[in-house]
């Protein structure tokens, strides 16, 4: 509210301070939570995001939900990312990757990775177009801003509950369609 928050001119600004911290983090956490979903509910109808994208027919693809929920979420997240960048502010003059060099980039730039990019590397995924539940270990995936299970720096603090919510609308909404055709 803005009185507590100190636009009242009493001088207590804590209220704003919090509001501006949680108030983003709860719509980066609905907005990419809500996308994850969404892409996990259309693939499991065999849905294909992009021409490129080599995805099975749906009745494929719902068993291999069946067969490993987790592997088949992070295969989703990791051709459809619903968080598509990761940001750092450069402490100190780096030279970072570039198009196809490299170039310093001075302190203070704001630098952002492309998790999509590195999601269809051929180096760390082979043939990376094509829909492989558990083709690799699990720790190359980079969804939630570092290798998943594992604790980067600035590592989501969501990763297993937005996962754990991928899982529970994907099952609910497989078992719903079992439910209404008996
Ligand atoms: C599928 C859903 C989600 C994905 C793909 C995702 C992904 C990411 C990524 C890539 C970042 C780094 C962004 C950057 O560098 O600018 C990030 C940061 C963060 N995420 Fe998530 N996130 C998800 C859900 C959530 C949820 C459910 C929460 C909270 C319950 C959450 C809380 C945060 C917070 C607090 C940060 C900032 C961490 C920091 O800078 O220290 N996220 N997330």
């Known amino acids: ?7 009242d001119g009493s001088g207590d600004s804590s209220g704003l301070m919090i509001e501006s911290v ?11 939570t809500k996308l994850a ?5 259309y693939s499991i109808e065999g849905w294909r995001w992009s021409e490129e994208h080599q995805v099975p027919a749906k009745e494929e693809m719902q068993l291999l939900y069946r067969k490993d ?11 459809c990312a ?25 302190a203070g730039t704001i630098v952002t990775a492309s998790i999509p990019d590195a999601h269809v590397d051929p180096s760390a995924f082979e043939d990376p177009m094509a829909f492989r539940p558990g083709r690799c270990p ?15 720096p600035r590592h989501c603090p969501g990763e297993s509950i937005a996962l754990k919510l991928c899982e529970v609308f994907t099952t609910a909404y497989l078992d719903r369609q079992v439910d209404s055709q008996a």
């Not at 979903?37 to 509910?41: D, P, Q, R, T």
């Not at 968080?83 to 310093?104: C, N, Q, W």
């Open 1 to 7: 509210m803005a009185k507590e928050a100190g636009l």
């Open 22 to 32: 949680v108030d983003p983090l709860l719509l980066a956490a609905l907005a990419g």
């Open 37 to 41: 979903v969404m892409f996990c509910l």
């Open 69 to 79: 929920p987790e592997a088949w979420i992070l295969e989703v997240l990791r051709l």
């Open 82 to 106: 619903p968080v598509a960048g990761t940001h750092k502010v450069l402490p100190e003059s780096t030279r970072l990757p570039f198009l196809r060099g490299s170039r310093d980039f001075p």
């Open 138 to 152: 699990k720790d190359r995936y980079l969804i939630w801003n570092g290798p998943f299970g594992g604790a980067a």
